[in-house]
């Protein structure tokens, strides 16, 4: 167990409307991420964070901001929602495990967003 | 060609049987490689990374072609356990994993 929960875990909004996604860590760890999986896509980022008040886009960045203000918190905002963004979101943290050092990530149970 | 390409299934399988999934990737710059596995409305679980030596754990064996950037799970003596989509996952040059859509598997009795 990660120790990695994510809120709300459903929530249905409506087109324009601002939301906020909350992914909490317990264990410290420097690098949190936020992906959002749709059929025929899988899973693909939107934003990471590298510490606190550092963040960088990823693949899928339009529509979305993010904010680290602590090291266990990283949020995910639609400033004004659209239909588009209907997907399962889920935060992922990074580690270190195994020989050689290799980084893997664990996730967040996710949280299912509709738009309508 | 897509970053990371999987064979989307089903496979259909009996219990006891082997089965195989395959996965290219395009940037013959990865480093890291890891199988996922995801249960259906569940998040992404590691199953095991991959290792240039091939590794193995339990009735999971990996395996990882550099030359032809090919990546391959065996599973033996399939469980109804076993069922759910399998992630085959790159390592980005950001740091993000970068996910093939997912081979569906499907053990019945």
């Known amino acids: 167990d990660a120790g990695i929960t994510q809120s709300p875990r459903h929530k249905v909004t409506e087109t324009g409307t601002p939301v906020t996604l909350r992914c909490h860590q317990t264990?410290?760890?420097?690098?949190m991420y936020w992906y959002r999986q749709d059929p025929g896509h899988g899973l693909r980022l939107i934003h990471y964070s590298y510490g606190v008040k550092d963040t960088d886009k990823g693949e899928v960045s339009d529509g979305y901001s993010v904010s680290r203000s602590k090291t266990e918190d990283f949020l995910l905002t639609l400033e004004s929602a659209t239909s588009s963004q209907t997907s399962v979101y889920f935060c992922?943290?990074?580690?270190?495990?195994?020989?050689?050092?290799?980084?893997?990530?664990?996730f967040g149970p996710g949280t299912r967003l509709l738009v309508l | 060609r897509k970053e990371v390409e999987q064979d989307p299934g089903p496979f259909n399988v009996p219990e006891g049987a082997t089965v195989a999934f395959n996965c290219t990737y395009s940037n013959s710059a990865s480093q890291s490689f890891f199988w996922y596995r995801q249960d259906c409305r569940k998040e992404p679980k590691l199953l095991m990374s991959v290792y240039s030596s091939g590794n193995e754990d339990g009735r999971f064996t990996a395996q990882l072609n550099r030359a032809s950037q090919y990546i391959s799970l065996l599973i033996r003596d399939s469980k109804l356990s076993d069922s759910a989509t399998y992630l085959c996952v790159v390592k980005g040059s950001q740091g993000n994993l970068i996910f093939g859509k997912g081979t569906k598997l499907s053990v019945k009795p």
């Open positions: 264990e410290n760890h420097r690098y």
């Open positions: 992922a943290i990074s580690e270190e495990v195994g020989r050689g050092r290799r980084e893997t990530q664990y």
